[in-house]
């Protein structure tokens, strides 16, 4: 949820006359009682728990059994579950399970949380769809068929492509850019058909409606009654119920001396927002943010409310019904309405008035949303190292249970972060400790699993591995062992920080590797070693550190080379000359970087294989804003509204260059003024030299940026811009969840023009001119925008205090003093080079090897050779998007399943590790790339080669719950004539495990293998 401020803007609007046509016919009002609630924002999930969320499904389940014509849906599965699992009797299970055979308890959306839109990885997204899926699944035989995505800030085109793809028949959606929102209403345009990919587009079409502008909550403010509307239980109370049942701001009763009051209010208002659509069918929400915790008060008085309208509807041209979400689109659906369609364009950024453009949270708590991609990351590791490790058979002791359940756990914490007030940085610093506990608690866990398998020794918990020291590394010698989650071979850089100055390192086989060795800047003492590994797809290596007397010459070790400092002195701004530059050039094999000697900035790239210069330089700016309401609108951590103009964060810079055989940095050092010690801005470019004989393609291809920033002053939103001669036109490039990619051409705004050319980049940007782009990748989510010519910034971080009274109240204003660290990768290039690495350089930087250093504590790994894996490895164009085991417990034949529920085996008995999940993803859009845009054959069984002899291959839905041969979506009409295609699947290849997958096809198969 979001500040409540734009209500007197509701308000406003309320009075006003919409303009069109009531719809022919009577009126029908589906009255949808929900709770919103936010799993996480001011509050924790568990003082949630305590002060309402349990309260809501044990009250909803009784009062719906109390009344037949009574409904209800259940959106958010994390507090479900901690009900079901941890409050919920027997008997109450068994009203639940009689509730939704009735069809009056619906389950929408089914995720964990209802996740963010604009700063999520779509394997996220999946992710948290999946783990909520999968349990309703498990325990109900219930697969929900329509999204409710009421809150998110902004809506993606990815998500209706993905809510197609796991068998959704609509799509709700209700945050748009107000301006939009008032024109659809007008227009009756706020239903229609979406084409979320462009690629896919008509086979993964759906339905999608746009609540107006009323949103997901009744009225509240009738000018009867205490104002509150139909909010008859008031509002939820923290820490505790109060005992007595009586809330704050509960409404006046329905009485016999005030129905006709309430009755007229909400016909008024029904038929108000029956003008803004095309049918005489009205979705009227019953809810709002953490309300039905005392359910009978709120049916008690709806009841009779509904019976006094109904029992006047000739007259007042409108009848009104409980209704789920379901109840409603099937309604509509049976009208037989041929919709418009719209295309792959997304609803980002929003903006609920002119001066609130929710363009903040791209970038808010950068650390908590770095945290989690990186936990998403290991997660992702973990899922196959796991899988590899059981299949064709057990390598080792480890109890398959417990290994599980470390991967549960984080499964758990990710998807819970993905929840739009908890990524989105949106949320108040207890509700973020509680996100960063559950995802470092989670990954601490899944490197534990990590190293077991590494050590292939006894399951932790059950006594530590026996340190079985090698002789050969000797005391003060280290194991490392590196994991490549991805099925291609990766040659990259591992860095890790040492010990000692003077090292050898080895890979299994007792070869040396190439290695380089500096100093380290943060810690005086310690030493970082940069490793070059090449590992091939789904396998790990194990390198030995051995100590030696240094790099001196005559001994026979191949010791890591050591690298060379070259020190600039402070250059002044203002003192930046304009004549000719004393240029540094910096080279590897695809790019030459040059130097400016005169400001210690960057001045260009030349791309080597092009040949074409690029001027390029970048600085730190930092766009001032306001934090007093009394003088104008506020940045907070939803918006940002900056008055001016960046402006330059530094007076002085520092260069130094550290030369290596392996790879040379640059690090630039941004001082805010000339007098102080401490930087405020760092950027730390590296260039790989890879040494002949390896891979060099992505690795060359690269200048890795890593940024310090912070700690920022008061009220300051700092970002890193890129000025280039590119002529861009001021058009930007960035993703929707890293799917895919939108223009984002310059708009002229007539005020806050800055803020609402905004986007999020979530992990790919670029601009372009006709013969080179510059291409940004990065490891978490920020905003982006190119505000001049040939420019790109990149907001990283965020400061801000303000005196608004609702923010201070929630403690929700941002005065993050924290430091953050992120990483952007840049690749310059013909449209052609960087085409072609785009997505590869993309997925090699959101899944790096995991390096299992610290969890060794000295102990050997298994003997080279005895763990030896085949290689998986895919087509440059087909990213496996997980490999795993669910654990989910039900026969994939829907009918069987079902039937087993109803005898009662209701799953969860013991997980079931027969079934591995499988995805794949084709990274090109149609046309995107001459050769990688072309559909993709491959042979399951040769992509998993090393788990055993498959058996059987079922392909499924996104999240697992379908048999694609038994999904049919719903068809709707549009313009352009009938869908058949959207109501199967495209292309089934259905015999055999030799299967075709074509542009931006995602396509999940459970496989079976037979154990040996
Ligand atoms: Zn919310």
């Avoid at 992710?127 to 999204?147: A, C, N, V």
């Avoid at 730190?620 to 900056?642: A, C, R, W």
Wanted: with cysteine.
């Amino acid at each position: 949820m979001g500040p409540l401020r734009w209500l007197p803007l509701l308000v406003r609007l309320l009075l006003l006359r919409p303009p069109g046509a009531r719809p022919e016919g009577p009126i029908r009002a589906f009255v949808v009682p929900h709770s919103h609630m936010d799993v996480g924002w001011v509050y924790t999930v568990q003082e949630s728990m305590r002060a309402y969320a349990a309260n809501v499904y044990t009250s909803v389940v009784e009062e719906l059994s109390r009344g037949q014509q009574r409904r209800f849906i259940a959106v958010e599965q994390e507090f479900f579950r901690l009900w079901w699992d941890g409050v919920a009797s027997d008997q109450q299970k068994h009203q639940v399970r009689r509730l939704l055979d009735e069809g009056r308890l619906e389950f929408v959306l089914g995720g964990q949380v209802m996740h963010d839109e604009a700063v999520t990885h779509f394997d996220d997204q999946i992710l948290q769809l999946t783990e909520g899926h999968g349990f309703l699944y498990e325990t109900f035989g219930i697969r929900p068929q329509f999204s409710w995505h009421v809150d998110p800030f902004g809506a993606s085109a990815t998500t209706p492509t993905l809510f197609a793809l796991a068998g959704f028949n609509a799509h709700l959606i209700s945050r748009i850019d107000y301006n939009l929102k008032e024109a659809r209403q007008a227009a009756q345009e706020l239903q229609f058909v979406w084409q979320g990919s462009p690629s896919l587009s008509v086979q993964q079409q759906i339905f999608t409606h746009i609540m107006d502008q009323y949103s997901y909550c009744t009225p509240s403010h009738i000018p009867f009654s205490n104002r509150s509307g139909f909010y008859w239980n008031g509002v939820a109370v923290f820490p505790e119920p109060p005992a007595d049942g009586v809330y704050p701001n509960m409404s006046e009763p329905v009485t016999p001396a005030n129905i006709d009051l309430y009755a007229e209010a909400l016909v008024a208002n029904v038929k108000q927002r029956a003008a803004w659509f095309r049918t005489p069918h009205v979705l009227w929400p019953w809810g709002c943010d953490k309300q039905f915790f005392n359910a009978s008060v709120q049916f008690a008085n709806m009841d009779p409310l509904l019976d006094h309208i109904n029992s006047r509807a000739a007259k007042l041209g409108v009848s009104v019904q409980y209704a789920t979400l379901g109840d409603y689109f099937r309604a509509l659906h049976a009208l037989n309405v041929t919709w418009r369609t719209r295309d792959h364009h997304d609803f980002l950024p929003y903006s609920t008035e002119p001066f609130q453009a929710w363009t903040g949270f791209y970038t808010s708590r950068s650390a908590l949303k770095g945290l989690a991609r990186r936990a998403s990351a290991l997660l992702y590791a973990g899922e196959s190292m796991f899988t590899r490790y059981m299949w064709p058979a057990p390598r080792g002791p480890l109890d398959p249970a417990w290994a599980l359940q470390q991967l549960q756990q984080l499964r758990w914490a990710v998807s819970e972060v993905q929840h739009h007030d908890a990524i989105t940085g949106t949320e108040s610093p207890k509700v973020r400790d509680m996100y960063e506990e559950h995802l470092a608690s989670g990954m601490l866990g899944v490197r534990k699993l990590m190293a077991s398998i590494v050590l292939d020794g006894p399951q932790p918990g059950a006594g530590r591995a026996a340190p079985a020291a090698d002789p050969g590394a000797g005391p003060a010698g280290h194991f490392v062992t590196v994991y490549n989650p991805l099925a291609w071979t990766v040659t990259t850089i591992i860095t890790l920080t040492i010990g000692f100055p003077g090292v050898s390192v080895t890979d299994e086989l007792g070869h040396p590797v190439p290695a380089q060795i500096q100093n380290s800047t943060e810690t005086p003492s310690a030493y970082v070693l940069h490793i070059l590994a090449t590992i091939p797809g789904l396998s790990y290596r194990h390198y030995g550190i051995r100590p030696t007397a240094g790099a001196q010459e005559g001994t026979q070790e191949p010791a890591a080379t050591v690298a060379s400092t070259l020190r600039f002195g402070r250059r002044l701004r203002r003192h930046a000359s304009h004549g000719a530059s004393r240029l540094v050039p910096v080279v590897n094999d695809c790019y030459t970087v040059l130097l400016d000697q005169d400001t210690n900035l960057m001045h260009s790239i030349r791309e080597r294989q092009s040949n074409r210069t690029v001027r390029m330089t970048q600085e730190f700016l930092e766009y001032h804003v306001n934090g007093d309401l009394k003088q104008g609108p506020i940045s907070d951590n939803y918006m940002f509204t900056p008055k001016d103009a960046a402006a330059p964060a530094w007076e002085a810079v520092e260069m130094e260059i550290v030369a290596g055989k392996l790879v040379t940095e640059i690090r630039q050092y941004f001082y805010r003024n000339v007098t102080t010690r401490d930087y405020t801005y760092a950027i730390y470019s590296r260039l790989t030299h890879v040494p002949q004989g390896h891979d060099r393609e992505l690795l060359c291809h690269r200048i890795e940026q890593q940024y310090h920033v912070g700690p920022l002053e008061l009220n300051r939103e700092a970002v890193l811009r890129t000025s280039t001669d590119l002529n861009s036109r001021q058009v930007l490039y960035s993703d929707n969840n890293g799917y895919q990619m939108q223009r984002r051409p310059y708009l002229a705004y007539s005020n806050n023009s800055i803020a609402r050319n905004y986007y999020p980049m979530v992990q790919s940007a670029f601009m372009e001119d006709g013969s080179s782009r510059l291409l940004l990748l990065s490891e978490r989510a920020h905003g982006i925008s190119s505000q001049g010519n040939g420019q790109v910034e990149v907001m990283l971080h965020r400061r801000l205090w303000n005196n608004f009274d609702w923010d201070l109240g929630y403690n929700l204003t941002l005065n993050d003093t924290s430091v953050v660290h992120p990483v952007l990768w840049l690749l310059l290039g013909p449209w052609s080079v960087t085409t072609a690495l785009r997505q590869r350089s993309g997925l090699a930087l959101q899944h790096r090897p995991v390096v299992l250093f610290g969890e060794l504590a000295g102990t050997a790994p298994n003997r080279p050779g005895s763990q030896k894996q085949e290689a998986v490895t895919l087509p440059p164009n087909l990213h496996l998007q997980i490999l795993s085991i669910p654990g989910w417990n039900y026969s994939s034949n829907h009918t069987e399943h079902v039937q087993n529920l109803q005898k009662g085996h209701r799953g969860k008995a013991q997980a079931d590790l027969h079934r591995v999940l499988l995805r794949l993803h084709h990274l090109y859009e149609v046309g995107e790339d001459p050769v990688l845009s072309q559909p993709v054959t491959v042979d399951l069984e040769a992509v998993v080669c090393g788990l055993g002899p498959m058996v059987a291959v079922e392909e499924r839905s996104l999240t697992g719950t379908w048999d694609v041969s038994t999904l049919r979506r719903w068809s709707w009409a549009t313009e352009t004539g009938h869908c058949r295609g959207c109501s199967t699947f495209p292309s089934r290849s259905p015999e055999g495990p030799t299967i075709t997958i074509h542009p931006k096809e995602i396509r999940t198969f459970f496989v079976h293998f037979r154990q040996q």
